[in-house]
């Protein structure tokens, strides 16, 4: 384990993320979700692939065991992608990636729903104050669905994103269930795979001839899907989960930089004060987390028989 190495690849990952969500927003207002989705989606497989090359592991990362799983995180994975870009186009930057910080509260509720995995007093608790706070960064644009047409597109991106973050914690609880049978590499290839046929569903609602520039860039956001899904599997093989999970949130400050530098948006009191609040309830979880698995290891090592 090489924890300094794994917390600055999950640096890389969020950051490339971060980027990767700024570079659609920019193409938001002309090209549409489903089909910004198939380049973020299908650009990414060569990289995904070249990376399996490196690693000696073509023969064996596009084994699937179980077929149907893929699909089902694939759809709940789309779903997310698409809403999350959809609301890119009404919303500051640093809005949409706190309201997108739910999704890990979610998982919290529907691993117990569908896993049947024990939650407690203390994660509930944590749970109920992160949505909270996903509630205040929410408040502004809810209050102002009755508001001129401006006013009522934010509200439907806020609405966007929050059923982005549902389908995104769905498709969490399916990853959960896939690694007890799949390789990494194999979950990794074939979400992007479903992603991109599933996108091409979309065109019907009207995808669009993209400009010279919005290409490249469409193209751009798919190689660094690609790069930051590496980076982030990478992050987990170096260090503990448990270590570099809290440092998802780091895209709270590199999310501002970006709104405010490259889209010049200037984030409001209640949101920094939500995102503020989901972001505590998010690393309260992770924490307890961890002192839960020292816990069991230690009961582990109890019963081991010492020789």
Known sequence: MRPLRGIALKLGSVLVFIVMSSLIKSTAQHVPPGQAVFFRSFFAIPVIVAWLAMRRELATGFRA????????????????MG???AGLAYLPLPEVTAIGYAAPLLVVIF??????????????????????????VLSPRLTT????????REALGAVLVLFGAVCAALAQVFVRKLVMTERTPAIVFYFSLTATLLSLVTIPFGWV????TEGITLTA?????GVGQI???????????SLVAPFDYASMLFALLIGYFVFAEVPSLTMLAGAALVIFAGILIIWRERQLGLERAKGRKAMTPQG
């Open 209 to 212: 001839m993209p400009t010279l």
């Open 145 to 152: 669905l009755s508001g001129d047409a401006a006013s009522q």
């Open 231 to 241: 980076l982030l599997t990478s992050s987990y093989r170096e260090a503990d989960a």
């Open 111 to 136: 691993a117990a729903m569908f896993l049947g995995e024990e939650v407690r007093l203390f994660r509930i608790t944590a749970v109920a104050l992160g949505l909270t706070g996903v509630l205040i």
């Open 65 to 80: 065991q179980n077929p149907f799983g893929h699909v089902w995180r694939g759809l709940m994975g789309t779903l997310a």
């Open 83 to 85: 809403m999350g870009f």
């Open 221 to 225: 956001a798919g190689l660094l899907g």
